[in-house]
């Protein structure tokens, strides 16, 4: 069922070497977003993440404890983006075109909880 409503996003950066400091909210309008969620355990090297249908918007956290280097992929062959290797990436939304259907992640090694991807 589609939905409608809106995202709020806030952060702040405390006792960093340059000080502390809020960020500005930002706050993103979702017009018949599908809120789906996937609960994904990552194994060693290629992990293909399908994007559902409709969605416009994506988020994901990964384990805690997890200490595998990860790397965002669109496919296998590119350099991607270096991720932390646990915790939230996010909160921030990651738009995600149109006809995107699928995005990689690569992993050093296997996770043992699930990664929790968000999509709008």
């Given at each position: 069922?589609?939905?409608q ?8 950066f ?14 993103v309008l979702?017009q ?19 994007i ?41 939304n ?18 043992t909880?699930?990664t ?5």
């Amino acid at each position: 069922m589609a939905t409608q409503g809106t995202i709020t996003i806030t952060s702040s950066f405390v006792s960093t070497p340059g000080g502390s400091s809020q960020e500005p909210s930002y706050t993103v309008l979702v017009q018949n977003g599908i809120n789906a969620q996937q609960a994904i355990v990552l194994a060693n090297g290629f992990n293909q993440i399908t994007i559902p249908a409709g969605a416009s918007e994506m988020a994901f956290i990964f384990p805690s404890t997890s200490v595998t280097t990860k790397t965002l992929k669109g496919v296998t062959g590119d350099t991607g983006i270096a991720l932390a290797p646990n915790g939230p990436n996010g909160p921030f939304n990651i738009p995600v075109g149109s006809g995107a259907t699928t995005f990689g992640i690569t992993t050093s090694g296997a996770d043992t909880l699930p990664t929790i991807f968000y999509f709008n």
